[in-house]
């Protein structure tokens, strides 16, 4: 009887042999092809969760594949450990940043280290370390060397008693997220990374990334967003603020004659003179203040709106006046801080004019609905047809926008210009974990940059959170240095980077590590682009999109010869639970699966036996409680089972749900596995030949290999699956031992330790980790036969296994043959028999 797989005792051993031995580092001087597999790098949170398990378990397959496939493969781990997070534990629990940081770390290192991940832990590196952010530091004075840093106001999400900026997702309601108070829209000199330089390369770059999910290209994109329109000025009447005119930009010019107010940001030249004179005014900017900073939560808030009394003259008709309104949902930032409203056509200017009683007017036809008058419950933002729009009438909406470009133009009014939704980066937090901005300001020089001799400029360790607000401000014996340029006072810039600066790079970091640079250009091109990336869509966006501009700013400046970071892109499902609960509303307590007895359709909390409500399934989150932690499965069914559980439910682009039921199924898996390797060590080897499982095993050899190239680990694992069963079904024989052999190999990305073991077991040499990918025999991937449908009158009632290229008088006499269409016949004589070689016999009777 075939003994159990000890997954504890072969999950050790063999990790220590991978360790001890170096087998996943990679080799900058490899002849071999190079291949670079890289998931995103995590935050160190506390605890890695079964979302890490999933995204690394897919990467490791992949690295693992691609080194039995012969490639050098670098797949590097490291954490992206500066961030918002630090600072809250560290006023919550009274530590310091890094000591919790770094604790962090160990604890989730460990736990990957317990998957038996394929990983060249030699390259780790942390984003919170001198020896990463120095180099950060000195990336940042190569860009303000090349003109690709400046320094602005701007508006923030300013906190009045944290004493903080917050980031958007910080804002609830409009108000801190810890403090509760209402927040105020303020202006701080912040730094700016030119990314705009570069918004027609990366717009233009990403129709070239052939192995990126369309999805993902689409909302790049829409974040870059290259748009065509007009600008144009309204004649102002009275004289405001010592202007007769108001500039105003439109992707919409074809709407311009359903206009019916004109709205300017609070902080407009227009609105400041306004509220300098009139207290009511400045209270109203003032409260405009309080909204929110982007685009996406203008859209969400209550529209608010001041009519200042002015009018703008229509440019197509003098005596159409519109008023002039001071808005919340404009800013400053966008465009020129000025829009002109069309209610029936823009969700946000039907919501203003709705609440302030202003003219709707329909001037693009939806379908034959041409009435002026418009009483839809929303605004229609489709294509059509003008209407009501004097010479723009029945052109569609793209001849329209070009006809007013082409009037406003001739008029001296307006020119069409091209505009992007894209910003620049700004890149000041202020906030003390994180990568200190390496600039030194002086009352004499101004801004100085540090002397690169100086790096890395490190973050001081005795600051306290004990007082709000950004402690590196009161750290006179770190804040306070010699300004470089005159020998002066200076004071250190104590700001510090956005972590997706962090992010933006370390990919390149994880390929080249020289001590006195941040890469070594030939070193770090042998690895890049990244040949395979993966992780979660929310990153969907702004980090793909800075790591994109980062390689581009770094080859503009000739330090690298790569534009796009990333060949290949994957963006994995999440892994989701049920939610356990009781209560309502704000009063709803949320319980952990390991707190509570789950039978049947039921759960109760263990402390007391009462029912706990089971919620829906949603993400695994510490919020929800919902989480599992991977330690206690890996320690109960061994790392094996685990991964192969991520691998083996659902799609990979897809969510799953995690359940008890599928890692106890993928657990007896790797039992079945064991037992065939276990008895084939037993047994005598057996002569004689199989030939179906022969083509069983090589297509599987290639189909596995196939898809897990295209990532697609569900079918690879429903074909394991096959084989599994198709060697068990089968007699002894060579070609099963053979099988046996070779399926060891094909499990090995997916099932690392149990491959080792059952390798050793078989008495090879070396580590199957090292060993090659099985070769197929294309003679054994031709099909010598077809399933051919038999049907009569069109019903199908048989199919046959035939030779292929079997003649039509062949397949018809074994189609008349068969007992099932001789009881659909019910004694008829065919009328007319119909073959189509290799595919259908269809009997007409």
């Given at each position: 009887?075939?003994?159990?797989?000890?997954?504890?005792?072969?999950?050790?051993?063999?990790?220590?042999?991978w360790d001890e031995s170096r087998t996943f580092s990679a080799r900058d001087d490899s002849p071999k092809p190079k291949s670079y597999v890289l998931e995103m790098f995590p935050y160190p949170s506390g605890r890695i969760h079964m979302g890490h398990v999933r995204n690394y378990t897919m990467g490791d397959v992949l690295a693992r594949f691609r080194r039995m496939q012969g490639m050098e493969v670098l797949h590097p781990m490291g954490w992206d450990a500066?961030?918002?997070?630090?600072?809250?534990?560290?006023?919550?629990?009274?530590?310091?940043?890094?000591?919790?940081?770094?604790?962090?770390?160990?604890?989730?290192?460990?736990?990957?280290?317990?998957?038996?991940?394929?990983?060249?832990?030699?390259?780790?590196?942390?984003?919170?370390?001198?020896?990463?952010?120095?180099?950060?530091?000195?990336?940042?004075?190569?860009?303000?060397?090349?003109?690709?840093?400046?320094?602005?106001?701007?508006?923030?999400?300013?906190?009045?008693?944290?004493?903080?900026?917050?980031?958007?997702?910080?804002?609830?309601?409009?108000?801190?997220?810890?403090?509760?108070?209402?927040?105020?829209?303020?202006?701080?000199?912040?730094?700016?990374?030119?990314?705009?330089?570069?918004?027609?390369?990366?717009?233009?770059?990403?129709?070239?990334?052939?192995?990126?999910?369309?999805?993902?290209?689409?909302?790049?994109?829409?974040?870059?967003?290259?748009?065509?329109?007009?600008?144009?000025?309204?004649?102002?009447?009275?004289?405001?603020?010592?202007?007769?005119?108001?500039?105003?930009?439109?992707?919409?010019?074809?709407?311009?004659?359903?206009?019916?107010?004109?709205?300017?940001?609070?902080?407009?030249?227009?609105?400041?003179?306004?509220?300098?004179?009139?207290?009511?005014?400045?209270?109203?900017?003032?409260?405009?203040?309080?909204?929110?900073?982007?685009?996406?939560?203008?859209?969400?808030?209550?529209?608010?709106?001041?009519?200042?009394?002015?009018?703008?003259?229509?440019?197509?008709?003098?005596?159409?006046?519109?008023?002039?309104?001071?808005?919340?949902?404009?800013?400053?930032?966008?465009?020129?801080?000025?829009?002109?409203?069309?209610?029936?056509?823009?969700?946000?200017?039907?919501?203003?004019?709705?609440?302030?009683?202003?003219?709707?007017?329909?001037?693009?036809?939806?379908?034959?609905?041409?009435?002026?008058?418009?009483?839809?419950?929303?605004?229609?933002?489709?294509?059509?047809?003008?209407?009501?729009?004097?010479?723009?009438?029945?052109?569609?909406?793209?001849?329209?926008?070009?006809?007013?470009?082409?009037?406003?133009?001739?008029?001296?009014?307006?020119?069409?210009?091209?505009?992007?939704?894209?910003?620049?980066?700004?890149?000041?937090?202020?906030?003390?974990?994180?990568?200190?901005?390496?600039?030194?300001?002086?009352?004499?020089?101004?801004?100085?940059?540090?002397?690169?001799?100086?790096?890395?400029?490190?973050?001081?360790?005795?600051?306290?959170?004990?007082?709000?607000?950004?402690?590196?401000?009161?750290?006179?014996?770190?804040?306070?240095?010699?300004?470089?340029?005159?020998?002066?006072?200076?004071?250190?810039?104590?700001?510090?980077?956005?972590?997706?600066?962090?992010?933006?790079?370390?990919?390149?970091?994880?390929?080249?590590?020289?001590?006195?640079?941040?890469?070594?250009?030939?070193?770090?091109?042998?690895?890049?682009?990244?040949?395979?990336?993966?992780?979660?869509?929310?990153?969907?966006?702004?980090?793909?999109?800075?790591?994109?501009?980062?390689?581009?700013?770094?080859?503009?400046?000739?330090?690298?010869?790569?534009?796009?970071?990333?060949?290949?892109?994957?963006?994995?499902?999440?892994?989701?639970?049920?939610?356990?609960?009781?209560?309502?509303?704000?009063?709803?307590?949320?319980?952990?699966?390991?707190?509570?007895?789950?039978?049947?359709?039921?759960?109760?909390?263990?402390?007391?036996?009462?029912?706990?409500?089971?919620?829906?399934?949603?993400?695994?989150?510490?919020?929800?409680?919902?989480?599992?932690?991977?330690?206690?499965?890996?320690?109960?069914?061994?790392?094996?089972?685990?991964?192969?559980?991520?691998?083996?439910?659902?799609?990979?682009?897809?969510?799953?749900?995690?359940?008890?039921?599928?890692?106890?199924?993928?657990?007896?898996?790797?039992?079945?596995?064991?037992?065939?390797?276990?008895?084939?060590?037993?047994?005598?080897?057996?002569?004689?030949?199989?030939?179906?499982?022969?083509?069983?095993?090589?297509?599987?050899?290639?189909?596995?290999?196939?898809?897990?190239?295209?990532?697609?680990?569900?079918?690879?694992?429903?074909?394991?699956?096959?084989?599994?069963?198709?060697?068990?079904?089968?007699?002894?024989?060579?070609?099963?031992?053979?099988?046996?052999?070779?399926?060891?190999?094909?499990?090995?990305?997916?099932?690392?330790?149990?491959?080792?073991?059952?390798?050793?077991?078989?008495?090879?040499?070396?580590?199957?980790?090292?060993?090659?990918?099985?070769?197929?025999?294309?003679?054994?991937?031709?099909?010598?036969?077809?399933?051919?449908?038999?049907?009569?009158?069109?019903?199908?009632?048989?199919?046959?296994?035939?030779?292929?290229?079997?003649?039509?008088?062949?397949?018809?006499?074994?189609?008349?043959?068969?007992?099932?269409?001789?009881?659909?016949?019910?004694?008829?004589?065919?009328?007319?028999?119909?073959?189509?070689?290799?595919?259908?016999?269809?009997?007409?009777?």
């Amino acid at each position: 009887m075939a003994s159990r797989f000890n997954a504890l005792k072969a999950d050790a051993a063999w990790q220590k042999v991978w360790d001890e031995s170096r087998t996943f580092s990679a080799r900058d001087d490899s002849p071999k092809p190079k291949s670079y597999v890289l998931e995103m790098f995590p935050y160190p949170s506390g605890r890695i969760h079964m979302g890490h398990v999933r995204n690394y378990t897919m990467g490791d397959v992949l690295a693992r594949f691609r080194r039995m496939q012969g490639m050098e493969v670098l797949h590097p781990m490291g954490w992206d450990a500066f961030g918002m997070p630090a600072e809250n534990a560290a006023m919550e629990k009274k530590v310091h940043p890094g000591a919790w940081t770094r604790e962090n770390i160990a604890t989730m290192k460990a736990q990957l280290k317990r998957l038996g991940f394929a990983l060249d832990w030699t390259r780790e590196l942390a984003t919170c370390e001198p020896d990463y952010y120095g180099h950060e530091q000195a990336l940042f004075l190569d860009l303000l060397d090349a003109g690709l840093v400046y320094r602005k106001e701007s508006a923030v999400n300013w906190d009045p008693v944290d004493l903080t900026v917050l980031a958007n997702e910080q804002v609830i309601d409009g108000r801190g997220w810890r403090s509760g108070a209402l927040i105020e829209r303020r202006k701080l000199s912040q730094w700016f990374l030119k990314i705009t330089q570069f918004a027609d390369e990366l717009l233009e770059g990403v129709q070239g990334l052939e192995h990126w999910p369309d999805k993902v290209k689409l909302m790049q994109e829409n974040w870059i967003g290259k748009s065509e329109g007009l600008k144009f000025r309204f004649a102002l009447d009275p004289n405001a603020g010592g202007t007769d005119q108001v500039e105003v930009f439109t992707t919409r010019p074809d709407t311009i004659f359903g206009s019916s107010f004109v709205a300017i940001a609070a902080d407009h030249p227009i609105a400041q003179h306004l509220a300098a004179g009139n207290p009511e005014i400045a209270a109203f900017v003032e409260q405009c203040k309080l909204g929110g900073t982007t685009a996406a939560e203008l859209e969400t808030q209550e529209k608010l709106g001041w009519d200042t009394g002015l009018c703008a003259t229509h440019p197509f008709d003098s005596e159409w006046k519109l008023p002039v309104y001071i808005a919340n949902f404009v800013l400053m930032d966008y465009g020129t801080g000025a829009v002109f409203g069309v209610p029936a056509h823009d969700q946000r200017d039907f919501e203003f004019a709705t609440k302030y009683a202003l003219p709707i007017r329909r001037v693009v036809s939806d379908g034959d609905r041409a009435d002026p008058a418009f009483h839809e419950d929303e605004a229609y933002t489709g294509p059509g047809t003008l209407v009501n729009s004097h010479f723009l009438d029945g052109m569609d909406v793209a001849d329209a926008k070009r006809a007013v470009i082409v009037r406003a133009e001739e008029g001296g009014w307006g020119t069409g210009t091209t505009v992007w939704r894209l910003r620049d980066w700004g890149v000041s937090r202020q906030r003390y974990w994180g990568t200190p901005i390496p600039v030194i300001h002086c009352d004499s020089c101004g801004v100085v940059p540090a002397p690169r001799d100086s790096l890395p400029i490190v973050l001081p360790e005795d600051v306290t959170f004990d007082v709000p607000g950004n402690p590196l401000d009161r750290h006179p014996t770190w804040r306070d240095v010699d300004c470089p340029g005159c020998g002066g006072p200076g004071r250190r810039e104590t700001d510090t980077l956005d972590t997706f600066v962090d992010s933006s790079w370390y990919f390149i970091r994880f390929a080249s590590q020289p001590d006195d640079k941040p890469f070594d250009k030939s070193v770090a091109e042998q690895w890049l682009p990244v040949g395979q990336y993966i992780g979660g869509v929310e990153h969907a966006i702004l980090h793909l999109l800075y790591a994109r501009f980062w390689t581009r700013a770094l080859r503009h400046m000739g330090k690298l010869d790569v534009a796009e970071p990333f060949a290949g892109l994957f963006t994995q499902g999440m892994v989701t639970h049920e939610t356990y609960y009781r209560g309502e509303g704000t009063e709803r307590v949320w319980y952990n699966p390991e707190d509570l007895d789950i039978a049947g359709n039921g759960a109760t909390l263990k402390t007391d036996g009462a029912p706990v409500d089971i919620g829906r399934i949603e993400k695994m989150s510490k919020s929800k409680k919902n989480t599992v932690d991977p330690t206690g499965i890996v320690d109960q069914y061994g790392a094996d089972a685990v991964r192969w559980f991520m691998l083996s439910d659902s799609p990979p682009e897809r969510d799953l749900e995690w359940t008890e039921n599928g890692i106890e199924g993928a657990w007896r898996f790797v039992q079945r596995l064991w037992r065939l390797f276990d008895q084939l060590a037993e047994q005598k080897d057996a002569d004689g030949a199989d030939v179906a499982l022969d083509k069983k095993l090589h297509r599987t050899i290639a189909g596995v290999a196939e898809d897990v190239e295209a990532l697609a680990f569900n079918k690879a694992v429903a074909k394991l699956y096959e084989l599994t069963a198709a060697i068990e079904k089968a007699s002894p024989s060579a070609s099963r031992t053979n099988a046996i052999r070779a399926l060891a190999r094909i499990v090995a990305p997916m099932v690392p330790h149990l491959a080792e073991e059952a390798w050793a077991l078989m008495g090879n040499d070396g580590l199957i980790a090292d060993a090659p990918w099985p070769e197929v025999d294309p003679a054994l991937l031709v099909d010598d036969e077809v399933t051919i449908a038999v049907q009569v009158n069109g019903k199908l009632r048989d199919t046959l296994v035939l030779p292929k290229g079997a003649a039509k008088d062949v397949a018809e006499a074994a189609a008349l043959a068969s007992e099932n269409v001789q009881r659909a016949l019910e004694g008829k004589a065919p009328r007319k028999v119909i073959v189509v070689p290799d595919r259908l016999v269809n009997i007409v009777a």
